[in-house]
Structure formats: structure tokens, C-alpha cells
């Protein structure tokens, strides 16, 4: 979890096979770095796992996000919320081992 004052500006999940479930950065701090220092964290924390793949299931936005660290679609699809359809992707991006 990023944060400034005691104020949450975001937060990132990640368990011990690599699944990103959880990424959020608030709006008003969107393009602040937040986003990318919380990610940096999630890699690092990845690494310690010994994991060598990451995956995540991301939205239109996230994708955007996920695309500038180097993930990749692995396919669209199409998922249901309360009945409602949204489209989104399953991601991945393989992890160069630790230097």
C-alpha cells in the first residue's frame, strides 16, 4: 500500500504464484508514479516468492498499465457482474531472474 500522510493512495496484490488480484491507485494521484513505485514493490516481492511469471486479469485501464511494464495479452475475454457482461484480459509477463 502507497500512502501520504496516513492517506491511502493506492495498493497492489500479489500472491506466492504470481497473481496480481488487486491493483489501485487513486484518481487524483493517477501519473504520479504511484502506480509504477507499487509495482516495483509487487515485482521485487515476486522475486523473493521465486516466482517466474506473473498473471493478472485486467481491465481496458489496467491493461494500458501492465502493457508499459512489458506484459502481454494472453487473451480477451468477456466476464459477468451482476449479470452484467465487461470485457476484460488475462495477462502475463515472464520475470528475468534476479541480477
Do not use: C
Not at 1 to 12: I, R, S, T
Not at 17 to 31: C, H, K, M, Q, T
Not at 34 to 46: F, P, S
Amino acid at each position: 500500500m502507497a500512502e501520504h500522510d496516513g492517506m491511502p493512495l493506492g495498493f497492489m496484490t500479489i500472491d506466492r504464484e504470481g497473481y496480481i488480484d488487486l491493483a489501485f491507485v487513486r484518481s487524483d494521484v493517477a501519473g504520479s508514479g504511484v502506480g509504477w513505485r507499487l509495482y516495483d514493490a509487487i515485482e521485487e516481492r515476486a522475486r523473493l516468492y521465486g516466482v517466474t511469471r506473473l498473471t493478472t486479469e485486467a481491465s481496458e485501464k489496467a491493461r494500458r498499465f501492465f502493457e508499459r511494464q512489458g506484459w502481454t495479452i494472453d487473451e480477451e475475454q468477456v466476464v459477468l457482474k451482476r449479470n452484467v457482461p465487461l470485457i476484460n484480459f488475462r495477462m502475463s509477463k515472464i520475470l528475468a531472474p534476479a541480477a
